[in-house]
């Protein structure tokens, strides 16, 4: 499962002051950015998605967060948050996580997580 896979290496991430030892993630540029992407990422939770890890906030550094069930709907998903933190839709087919990844305004990311070559290649 992506999630499975995926968490052990985000709560890994040392987020904190960009000078201190072990420190692998530093701050935002501005607080007022990481406030954005904590109500964001708490907005989506409010709104039915799942917090898997993260989401905790202390001035402008944002701990690294995945969140599961996320919504097309949801500001996370719709908009480019340029935070730490990565919304996970599940398809249940694959005509249906094309739609899904063609129905946005950006086109910066995405991916796509299958067993089924075949089906990774429509993409």
Known sequence: DLIESLTPGVEAISAGDQLAE??????????????????WI???????????????REGAVVQPT?????TADMRV?????FGPA????????VDRAI???????????AGVFTKDVDAAMKF
């Open 22 to 39: 072990g420190t692998q993630m530093g701050p935002m540029v501005r607080t007022s950015d990481a406030e954005r992407v904590h109500q």
């Open 42 to 56: 708490h907005e989506a939770v409010d709104q039915g998605a799942r917090l898997v890890c993260g989401g905790d």
């Open 66 to 70: 995945i969140l599961d069930n996320a």
């Open 77 to 81: 998903v719709r908009d480019e948050i």
């Open 86 to 93: 990565v919304a996970v839709l599940r398809a249940p087919t």
């Open 99 to 109: 739609h899904m990844a063609n129905d946005t305004n950006y086109g910066l990311s």
